[in-house]
């Protein structure tokens, strides 16, 4: 059999394995290793033990511990409710402002956690008993988190960008400040949809809550000064270049261990749930990298990408129609695999292909994360769905899919205005890297 054949049945071999929920990391992990056996006996032990240590004593990928440590220490302190009653007294007048306040709630704690599972999770068991206690439609109030929970693999500290950064080889810091204007635009646009649902549909909002005091809005926002004076710091400093990407997690995570201590939020019970939790994410995150970059190992040894990109020239294909390709191909395979799994699969397999034709990775980065988004509310996986039904779960699955619609309306809007307007993307990296 030829290379393309055995990088067939691999792929075969790795949806299998996914399907039957074997893990990831673990999944390409095995695919990777039996196929590299098949072309390349002897080089099985060299590639296995060299791509592992290569990966786990990479320095960039310090960045994923700590800002998971961030997001965790933020949810034991307390920072994520003050930030959802800050969010919430600015816009309690307004129709549906709770809806509106835990979007922005959403947006902020991505700025920590850069998970859109925490950020769900996080938001669902604060925000969703408000909104269920003022008698909000369940498909609105559920619709809500799951949505606004994607916002935490866009806006940086994003774990989706970091991991395509170190797949693609293509700087983290640019990255991150190519997440900031569309991660903003999204959750404009979120709101905007709240807003749109509401006077489309009253009831499911039915209540508007009354207007608070200017006194307690700035005590409301004080309250937050914590959580809103790290993201500022952490993003702002890599804007300015006062440090790195990667420096920037350190000093986030030294911030937000301060602010825990100050918040006397740390005891033995808090410590260890931070401290296994971050492990256990941390672990799953570097088996799917594990995996990762044995596949692409034994994609390259294929020669599978070679013959894309040969079949690609010889179709005359423009950049801008395979990126709609690719798109679409993530969208679809969104309905049914879990997004870190398309993205570690796909692309080291497009990548050249995009590259050849003269594709901005940096810009080609936040729309396969936005179509990552995309699949976290997606039926019959989405997985961001089944976290809030860990929340509520008296909420049928299609009540939930049914409110999560418009929002992925939303998403799929701010794709096409990236699209048409890269420096959307662009903007903040050109102007920081130049």
């Known amino acids: 059999m030829d290379g393309s054949g055995i990088a067939l049945l691999g792929f075969l071999a790795l949806l299998v394995l996914l399907v039957i929920r074997v893990p990831v990391g673990l999944a390409m992990l095995i695919v990777g290793v039996a196929g590299i056996a098949a072309i390349r006996p002897g080089a099985v032990v060299a590639v296995l033990a060299g791509e592992v240590f290569a990966v786990a004593s ?10 998971m440590l961030m997001g965790n ?23 549906g402002s709770l809806a509106s306040a835990s979007i922005i709630a959403c947006a902020g704690f991505s700025a920590l956690s850069g998970s859109s599972l925490a950020a769900a999770l996080t938001m669902g068991r604060v925000s969703l008993p408000e909104m269920r206690r003022y008698k909000y439609a369940d498909s609105l109030a559920t619709g809500v988190i799951a949505a606004g929970g994607t916002l935490g693999i866009l806006i940086p500290p ?61 005590g409301a926002t004080a309250s937050a000064v914590w959580i809103l004076g790290i993201v500022v710091v952490t993003i702002g400093g890599i804007y300015a270049g006062v ?44 088996l799917v990298l594990f995996g990762a970059f044995v596949f692409k190992v034994f994609l390259g040894l ?6 894309a990109s040969e079949w690609v020239g010889q179709q005359g294909f423009s950049g801008a129609q395979v990126v709609a390709l690719v798109l679409v191909m993530f969208v679809v395979l969104g309905t049914f695999l879990d997004g870190f799994a398309m993205l570690v699969l796909a692309v080291p397999l497009v990548q050249p292909i995009l590259e050849s034709l003269g594709v901005d990775m940096i ?12 699949g976290l509310i997606s039926p019959p996986v989405g997985l961001n769905i089944f976290v809030v039904k860990g929340v509520a779960p008296d909420v049928p699955l299609h009540t939930m899919f049914r409110g999560v619609a418009p929002f992925w309306l939303a998403l799929f809007a701010t794709l096409i205005l990236i699209a ?15």
């Open 363 to 374: 810009w080609f980065g936040v729309m396969i994360v936005i179509t990552l988004e995309m």
């Open 302 to 307: 294929t020669g599978i990408a070679f013959l």
């Open 73 to 95: 220490l933020a949810v034991i302190s307390g920072m994520s409710q003050d930030l959802y009653r800050a969010a919430h007294s600015w816009v309690g007048r307004v129709r």
């Open 420 to 434: 048409l307007f890269p420096r959307l993307a662009t903007l903040l990296p050109n102007a920081m890297y130049g």
């Open 158 to 218: 994003s774990a989706g960008l970091v991991i395509y950064g170190i797949i693609t080889e293509e700087s983290i810091g640019r990255l991150f400040m190519a997440g900031v204007i569309p991660g903003i635009l999204l959750t404009a646009l979120f709101v905007l949809t709240v807003w749109i649902v509401v006077r489309r549909e009253p009831a499911t909002a039915p209540h508007a809550t009354e207007s608070v005091p200017w006194r307690d809005r700035l």
């Open 58 to 67: 990479r320095y960039s990928l310090t960045i994923l511990p700590l800002f």
């Open 243 to 286: 440090f790195s990407a990667i420096e920037a997690a350190g000093v986030g995570a030294l911030l937000t261990l301060v602010a825990a201590c100050v918040r006397r939020a740390l005891n033995w019970k808090t410590v260890n749930e931070v401290i296994s939790t971050t492990l256990k994410a941390s672990g799953t995150a570097f």
